[in-house]
């Protein structure tokens, strides 16, 4: 077994790093959900049926949105996967502390399910090249792991400008291709989402494709595995997968119906800035800086009509 295999953003308080102005300098200010609350019908779109999966648990239901333009091959496994319903009746098998969870097949050393006609191994996709992506938006703050942050969809992007290239960042809720040592090893039969502070290091170690946009308390909740890395014992209970479905597959009673904001949409600007400069009376100092994973990204249902 392979052993590593935004959200509604909020005003979240952040920790001053002494940086900015003085408590005395700091203007009342809008702060992210004061800016979203003026957002119009056309600063959303909707998630793309085609690449939405729905995770359900016993306890509700996990929504990932997948991104084929940084995965394709990834991506495409995975649909195979979900609509031969592999994922059906696995489970969660891995809740490490401040990391990942995990999910797949909790017997695939003993006596593993058949993958169908999915392959049992895709090339890594690290990175790929930045044609890939016509939605990049770049965010002005610097960044430790690459030359150029931003969004793209609401992804979280990492690009290299020199060498022509880009790669998905392992930020809060991201959702990775479990594998082995070898690059080609992960089929998608194990992913992990995290759950914890980003882990930015496996940034270009491992495949990502995807984001979970709704359900994330039933990930983090899970209990501690008491293995290495956070892996259920033998005897330890895992949570079952009731199912893994494509949107599109979904009668449309049963589906979401969540909005993303758009990543592209001038009022994101200021829903960054917000974040990037928060005004008092609480705060007291203001960063005037914004990492690339604090930069979570807007998710609504979608406004009845």
């Not at 091959?73 to 609509?83: Q, R, S």
């Not at 914890?196 to 170690?205: I, K, Q, S, T």
């Not at 209970?237 to 009731?242: G, K, Q, S």
Request: charge should be neutral.
């Amino acid at each position: 077994m392979a052993l590593l295999r935004t959200f509604r953003v909020l005003s979240l308080p952040v920790l001053a790093l002494g940086l900015g102005a003085h408590a005395a300098d700091l203007p009342v200010r809008p702060g992210a959900g004061d800016i979203i609350k003026t957002s119009k019908p056309s600063d959303w779109r909707p998630t793309d049926p085609a690449n939405t999966l729905y995770m359900d648990l016993p306890t509700g239901r996990v929504v990932i949105e997948l991104a084929p333009d940084f995965a394709p091959l990834g991506v495409a496994n995975i649909k195979t996967l979900v609509k031969e319903h592999y994922f059906d009746g696995l489970a969660i098998i891995r809740s490490q502390d401040n990391y990942v969870a995990q999910w797949g097949d909790p017997n695939a050393e003993t006596k593993p399910k058949s993958l169908g006609t999915a392959k049992a191994k895709v090339p890594g996709e690290f990175s790929v090249p930045m044609s890939n992506d016509k939605h990049f938006v770049q965010q002005k703050d610097a960044d430790g792991y690459a030359p150029q942050i931003g969004h793209s969809n609401g992804f979280p992007v990492s690009r290299d400008p020199v060498a022509k290239t880009t790669w998905l960042a392992h930020c809060y809720g991201m959702v990775g291709v479990g594998r082995d040592n070898d690059t080609d090893s992960g089929s998608g039969a194990e992913l992990y989402a995290v759950t914890g502070h980003a882990p930015r290091h496996l940034d270009r170690n491992i495949t990502l494709l995807g984001r979970v946009i709704s359900g994330m308390p039933l990930l983090t909740t899970l209990p501690r595995g008491s293995e290495a890395l956070g892996f259920y014992g033998p005897n330890e209970p895992r949570m079952p997968i009731v199912s893994v479905r494509l949107e599109a597959d979904v009668p449309e009673a049963e589906r979401s119906h969540l909005e993303v904001m758009r990543s592209d949409a001038p009022i994101y600007e200021q829903v960054l800035d917000a974040q990037r400069n928060r005004g008092g009376p609480w705060n007291k100092f203001t960063a005037n800086y914004l990492e690339l994973c604090n930069a979570m990204m807007p998710v609504r249902e979608k406004p009845k009509q």
